[in-house]
């Protein structure tokens, strides 16, 4: 079954230091992966996406990722941390059994993300 | 434009009751998704519903069940609460455009007693 692996269910840095939040996926198929974001007592708001295009995919606040076939990562990161990018982040893909282009998504658990002064 | 909307925002019911959970999509969006949010089991997939059929359903007992309206709007129900159903319960809609992009409303929190 399709699954995705968020390494480190917590992750801190320092005010300007590079952030980088894990995320593996197993898949047999070109996978849709995104990352969300999820603020306290809010919903999950899309920072970006990956849809077969750009292996170098740029979001919203700064952040990005790339996509890697050959380790079956996807890996966020922001150059310069700061405290109002502290949140949870989820990593999630596209059920292949619909292609990709629909479906439901199958989740990460989640890294929360402490941004100290 | 409004984004997803759920309501109620919070709840509060016993064991053995039953509970109905509601989401208004984005305008023009046909498909909408329930996602349950349980501390500790992470985001776990319900539901997905697409012109008003059932498309998919997660690894969730019967007792969770829904519908979508003619005007894409959707109910999730849950029937004989137990307390593990306490929970975030998201909502989310796609539109017809490539991608799977989903946009989430701000859920509801409902706690079992």
């Known amino acids: 079954a399709q699954s995705v692996t968020q390494l480190g269910s917590h992750v801190s840095v320092s005010e300007g230091a590079l952030v980088l939040l894990r995320c593996n996926y197993s898949?047999?198929?070109?996978?849709?992966l995104f990352w969300y974001v999820q603020y306290p007592n809010q919903g999950l708001q899309l920072l970006l996406k990956?849809?077969?295009?750009?292996?170098l995919v740029k979001g919203i606040n700064g952040f990005e990722a790339e996509f890697k076939k050959s380790e079956t990562s996807f890996h966020l990161t922001k150059p310069s941390a700061h405290m109002s990018d502290a949140a949870e982040y989820f990593c999630a893909v596209s059920d292949p059994i619909y292609g990709g282009s629909q479906g439901n998504l199958i989740f990460g658990k989640g890294t929360k993300l402490s941004v100290k002064p | 434009e409004a984004g997803v909307t759920q309501s109620p925002t919070h709840l509060i019911k016993t064991r053995g009751q039953q509970v109905t959970l509601r989401c208004s999509p984005i305008s023009g969006h046909t498909s909408v998704y329930w996602y349950q949010q349980a501390l500790g089991l992470g985001l776990q997939f319900l539901l997905w519903y697409d012109e008003g059929e059932e498309r998919n359903r997660g690894n969730f007992p019967p007792r969770f069940s829904g519908r979508q309206f003619p005007n894409y709007s959707s109910e999730l129900n849950v029937n004989a609460l137990e307390l593990e159903d306490s929970a975030l319960y998201l909502c989310?809609?796609?539109?017809?455009?490539?991608?799977?992009?989903?946009?989430f409303g701000a859920g509801t929190r409902l706690s079992v007693l």
């Open positions: 989310a809609s796609r539109g017809l455009g490539g991608g799977n992009i989903q946009y």
């Open positions: 898949s047999s198929v070109p996978p849709y």
């Open positions: 990956y849809t077969s295009a750009a292996t």
